[in-house]
């Protein structure tokens, strides 16, 4: 089976000395065990300061240790042009396997079957990715491009449940693509898709009666059909609160803090009341959704991660489809920065106002985020509380009313 990739993911090539960011800062880096014995064992003076190691307290080969962050969130192997002492010393082959991947994600179906993109917390793979006319053509092997259909489980993996799942997979891949279709609805449509398809991995045969059911009806309705700014800024108002709260061990989430900070007073304190902060934000938002490019940057967004998180559809994990949640509440922090800036820049809008903001959350949603065991994310209880103000009942609607 070949490896599947976006044609933004082969154009790609890390800034180096000249990003503006850098990928580690504010993060926790895990070193797999045979680097952390490599180090270890390592005579280099570098490597002998090893308080900058933390072995796990149950320690998993590929979660063996850590690399402990300076105080300021920086990794202490950076050199003074912010770059790894590590790679520069003894190449890409010596460093852990989170830092040699970064930004690429890779969704390992078998040994050969491999699905590759870029993570848009690195702002040079965001710039690709949304803003490159054809970036989320797909290509096997860097050479074929799929036109059609794309297989993402292997022919000796398969079963009813990720046969149905690949088909949904590539029907709501095929939607994304589709400019005249609105995205809420098709965010509305894929989380119905996933709702039917224990259904459908019985009923195999109603396959396509059954989705072209649902995309015929809840193509063409108005989902959000009434004023939820409200709602928006109420949440807005919770994160704010909720990541001023946090306590930070680096300038990394602090910068983060402050951009909110930023979004908040912007769209809530600067008002006298909660009535003309709804005024501004409404007309800010008008001016958001006439931006056309809009489009097809969030469009470009939700197939990069659709792709990249391809196991929601083919596999039977508890908690995968938190992965799709998660994807459009990042989708509306984004844009409530994107709104921000408009409202803080007389109506003024620019590409920069939405891939910054995107590859910012991107970079630190996990704030936001707590594990399960099985290594599936879930959203921190505090943030469940303030989803929940807005549908009690079901996660999936209040994120899609927030990001719409
Ligand atoms: S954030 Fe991206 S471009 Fe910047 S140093 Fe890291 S990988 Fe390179």
Redesign the pocket.
Known sequence: MPEITPKYYNEFS???EK?E???CQGWVISVDKNTFEKYESSKDVMFKKNSYFNKMPEPTDSFHGIIKMKKDGFCPFLNGKNLCSIQKSYGENYLSSTCKT??RRNIKYSNNQNIRTLSMA????ARLCLTTDDAMKIFEDNYYEKKNYIEIVPKQSRDSHNIVGEKLFNKTFSLLKDNNIPLTNILFVTEQFLNEQANLAIHQDKFENVTKHLVDELIPINIVNFDNSFFKLGFLEDIFCFVNNLTYDNKSNEKFKFILKNVYDDLVTKFKNFDDATVNFNRSLKIFNKFEEKNQIYRKLFQNEILSHAQIFTNTTPFCRNRFYITIFSAAISKLISISRISNNDGMINLEDLIEPIQKVAKHHGLFLEFYKNMEYKFNDKILNSLNKIDRNNVFNSVLFLFH
Not at 122 to 125: D, K, L, V, W
């Open positions: 890390c800034l180096g990003c960011e850098t990928c970064f930004p690195c702002p040079e793979a």
